[in-house]
């Protein structure tokens, strides 16, 4: 990574705090865990960086050298190290290690609890059933080139019949199969949001939607979502995203109506068909993000988007319900317009792998076989972890979401970033409240997934309880981590 880069990523921090070392360090360690920085990456030697902040090389040195103490930098030749995850087996309370507080003798498992990602296991006998015989259909394909913009027809035919059974007719022509949800959306911002475009976003949102918007150089125009103890369970502000399209007239709108990634909300179909109208009249395309449609917790009933104008741009993708590593997605709109997706997809890559699409086919469908038992796991999980939260941290505002993965709470006091931070020290790794806005907000927000087991959930949440402990007994240590890095997540 070159000095120029991470400059930009470390965004306004505060080099006049002190020690100014360790406020880089912290700021370099939110981006690792945030995933801004990736993984195994060679960051700036120590004399470019310095150079390129104004700091002095000593600064930097001391910078890297606690970044190598607390695990996230390798230590290279030099100062080249490359950036990691710590992944310590530690096992009780170490020297200058804490101890989770109001458990003694609890020990902190091998390696970090991911509550970063909101993500289950394989539907293991059910994926590899479907690519065993994926394997025996794959020898008919095999006289053609494989290059295929659009997808195989099988795959394609079985998507468009699950929108046709949802109410929603659809042909293979109004698919386009992508690699995964993220992929369909950069295919979208491409086609229809050059940069400076305005993208309406509701506020929070996927942090990954708002980085694809950010790296199109798209301007992300936010609608704010009701706080949970306001809303009376109507969800959205649907007001608020009428005056917005009406106002700014972007030229396409981002919404995650099914299971709102993060808080896990339903849209009512009243509420879908205003927000149609409003989209229509502003010349707004909508584009609605479905991935996690399946994942229906309560079985509230709720009517595709698409089913109420053919306008609608629907992504889709087997990532929640059956796994990430898939990696296959798609898009539903109107035949042209697909026409124009795949002309735009070939200048990113040609098409999809084979197996993994003849494979999806069958998945798709067979798609309600593995859920019933996914449903069941998903619903224990999260009674069980909104108890965990009522019980050790009864100042948490939890919002009880009607599907999804995860729980969205809001902290009594702004410690996200901070939390964030420190929660390797505890055995866990978290996504900051203001990834998953703009402009720094949702300090006083977390996202807390339920989908480890619920021997790991307790775990997670002692350990949560144990880091907001540390911070609320150390002010000085709460404001040193919240404002540099919340600006720098922004």
């Not at 109004?174 to 309406?200: E, F, K, M, P």
Request: glycine share 8%.
């Amino acid at each position: 990574m070159n000095p120029t880069t991470l400059a930009r990523l470390l965004g306004e921090w505060n080099p006049g705090a002190s020690p100014a070392y360790r406020e880089l360090a912290d700021v370099v360690r939110l981006l690792v865990l945030d995933g801004r920085v990736p993984l195994d990456v060679a960051l700036p030697s120590e004399r470019a960086l310095a150079a390129t902040l104004g700091l002095s090389r000593t600064t930097v040195t001391a910078a890297y050298t606690l970044l190598r103490d607390q695990g996230f930098l390798s230590s290279g030749q030099g100062s080249r190290g490359r950036t990691c995850i710590p992944h310590r087996g530690r096992r009780g309370a170490q020297p200058g290690t804490p101890e989770l507080s109001g458990a003694p003798g609890l020990a902190v498992p091998d390696g970090l609890l991911d509550l970063a990602y909101a993500s289950l296991p394989a539907s293991g006998e059910v994926v590899h059933r479907a690519f065993a015989a994926a394997l025996t259909e794959l020898p008919a394909l095999l006289p053609g080139f494989g290059y295929d913009a659009l997808g195989v027809g099988p795959l394609r035919e079985a998507i468009a019949a699950r929108y046709t059974a949802a109410g929603v007719p659809t042909t293979a022509g109004q698919i386009l199969v992508t690699s995964g949800a993220q992929h369909a959306l950069n295919i979208i911002l491409r086609t229809l949001a050059g940069r400076s475009a305005r993208v309406l976003v509701e506020h929070p949102s996927y942090p990954n939607a708002l980085d694809a918007m950010r790296s199109a150089g798209c301007r992300p125009v936010p609608v704010a979502m009701p706080p949970a103890a306001l809303d009376g369970g109507a969800g959205w502000d649907t007001d608020a995203l009428e005056t917005a399209l009406k106002q700014q007239r972007p030229a396409m709108a981002y919404v995650v109506p099914d299971f709102h990634n993060p808080t896990g909300r339903l849209m009512p179909d009243s509420q879908r068909r205003q927000l149609v109208r409003a989209a229509a009249a502003s010349g707004t395309v909508l584009v609605v993000d479905e991935t996690l449609r399946e994942l229906n917790l309560d079985g509230a009933p709720s009517t595709p988007l698409a089913a109420f104008s053919p306008a609608v741009v629907s992504i889709g993708s087997l990532s929640k319900s059956h796994w990430a590593g898939l990696r296959t997605g798609w898009i539903r709109a109107g035949e042209p317009l697909i026409q124009r997706f795949a002309a735009a997809r070939t200048t990113m890559d040609l098409g999809g792998p084979i197996v993994e699409q003849l494979a999806a086919a069958h998945l798709v469908n067979a798609l309600t076989e593995p859920l019933p038992a996914r449903l069941a796991a998903l619903r224990a999980n999260r009674d069980t972890l909104l108890m965990l939260i009522a019980e050790h941290l009864p100042t948490w505002q939890t919002e009880r979401p009607d599907g999804g993965l995860s729980v969205w709470s809001r902290l009594p006091v702004p410690l996200s970033t901070a939390m964030t931070v420190i929660a390797p020290d505890f055995g866990i790794r978290l996504a900051a409240g203001p990834r998953f806005g703009l402009g720094g907000a949702f300090e006083h927000y977390l996202r807390v997934p339920f989908t480890l087991p619920p021997a790991q959930l307790e775990t997670a949440v002692l350990a949560l309880r144990s880091a907001q402990d540390r911070l609320e007994a150390s002010p000085q240590l709460r404001r040193d981590l919240t404002s540099p890095p919340a600006v720098a997540i922004a």
